[in-house]
């Protein structure tokens, strides 16, 4: 498959679930009942605020993995299961060896988690102006 495509599909992927999680955030809200305009964009734009939130923080937290900052809870983890097994803790893996391991395969291509929810937070800041000249003015 082309990389053009790929990309295009992850970001299309992302799209809908964050049209989607901003299609109940509203839904729940009840939008449709809201009386002011002022009010309105509020809900636009916490609709638009969490799942903005929410895909920057997760495009953090795969760097943070690819950086290597949870190599040593995963490694006490994977250690205790192995004792716990009998005879899966005669052949130990060293630490080193578990960090050359797990850094063979680091995420890629998880950017567009960034990109969208940036985009989706710029969107939440112009709503939040809206609500508040609606609601001064």
């Not at 050359?100 to 395969?105: F, G, P, S, V, Y």
């Not at 680091?106 to 710029?122: D, E, I, K, P, R």
């Amino acid at each position: 498959m082309d990389d053009r495509l790929k990309l295009l599909i992850k970001y299309v992927c992302a799209c809908a679930v964050a049209g989607l999680m901003i299609l109940v955030y509203l839904k729940g809200h009840q939008y449709a009942e809201a009386e002011t305009l002022a009010d309105k964009y509020r809900l636009i734009c916490d609709a638009f605020t969490i799942p903005g939130v929410v895909f920057c923080l997760s495009a953090a937290l795969v760097a943070l993995v690819n950086a290597g900052s949870l190599d040593g809870i995963g490694y006490a983890l994977s250690y205790a299961v192995k004792m716990l097994i009998p005879g899966a803790g005669l052949n130990r893996e060293t630490y080193a060896e578990y960090v050359e391991r797990k850094h063979e395969k680091n995420h890629t291509g998880y950017g567009f988690l960034l990109h969208v929810g940036l985009v989706l937070a710029a969107v939440a800041v112009v709503f939040l102006i809206l609500f508040n000249k609606a609601y001064v003015g």
